[in-house]
């Protein structure tokens, strides 16, 4: 039988908020970067911290490949697996801006990561999902994007899924770079000998796009 999660189980924050508000317009933030850049482990720090109007949207692709879809190398099955990436990824963000019920929705990835793996050219990209560049900037507040270490900096390949090699995460690291560069709220971390230095720095980032009753979960 199908297990079916409830919201408050998998997808808010955990802190308990004092906000009396029932009902919130919610803005979404992505947290981007190259295979191994840190993205994991800043948003299970925000799920402590934050409150619980603060929704955390898993990775598309994980979902996609950690659900069976098949991972060929081929531009036909590269091309496919973006495509059904890209639908999860705006499915989950409307459900999320629909539900109202969180003021902010944290993103693992956005919708235009998919351009830095599109294995045909970025006209192409645009005219496959109907959509321009400016009109996905709009559907983001704000795109934080976590530099990918360099091998001697700590990248690894702890993660099944990740099969880059530390040359390949940083080429992909670029081209993700490249796409979210002209975002009006483009802010860019990058790697530090200490990860908790990079943890600081992306939560002051993401304190500045909260709603005040979720501010005062951050630790001075």
């Known amino acids: 039988m199908l297990n079916i999660v409830k919201p408050d189980d998998a997808f808010n924050c955990e802190v ?13 933030i992505v947290l981007t970067g190259g295979p191994g850049a840190g993205k994991t482990a800043i948003l299970e720090s925000a799920r402590k911290i934050l409150c619980q109007h603060v929704a955390i949207l898993p990775e598309a692709a994980g979902i996609v490949f950690g659900g069976g879809f ?17 639908h999860i990824q705006e499915e989950m963000e409307n459900l999320v801006l629909g539900e109202k019920s969180w003021g902010i929705g944290l993103c693992d990835r956005g919708t235009l990561d998919g351009l830095a ?5 970025e006209e192409n990209f645009w ?12 559907r983001y507040q704000a795109v934080i994007h976590l530099r990918t270490p360099t091998l001697d900096r700590g990248y690894n390949h702890q ?14 690291d670029d081209k993700i770079h490249h796409v979210w560069k002209n975002h009006p709220n483009y802010f860019e971390i990058q790697s530090a000998d200490s990860f908790l230095e990079k943890v600081d720095n992306a939560f002051e980032i993401i304190k500045k796009f909260m709603p005040n009753c979720c501010k005062e979960h951050f630790e001075s």
């Open 16 to 28: 308990p908020c004092q906000c009396c508000e029932t009902v919130h317009n919610c803005k979404l």
């Open 70 to 86: 098949w991972r060929l190398e081929s531009p036909t099955a590269r091309l496919a697996s973006q495509r059904a990436i890209f």
């Open 117 to 121: 793996y599109w294995a045909e050219s």
């Open 127 to 138: 005219q496959t999902f109907n959509t321009t560049k400016d009109k996905e900037y709009g």
């Open 159 to 172: 993660n099944p899924m990740r099969v880059e090699t530390s040359d390949q995460a940083a080429l992909i």
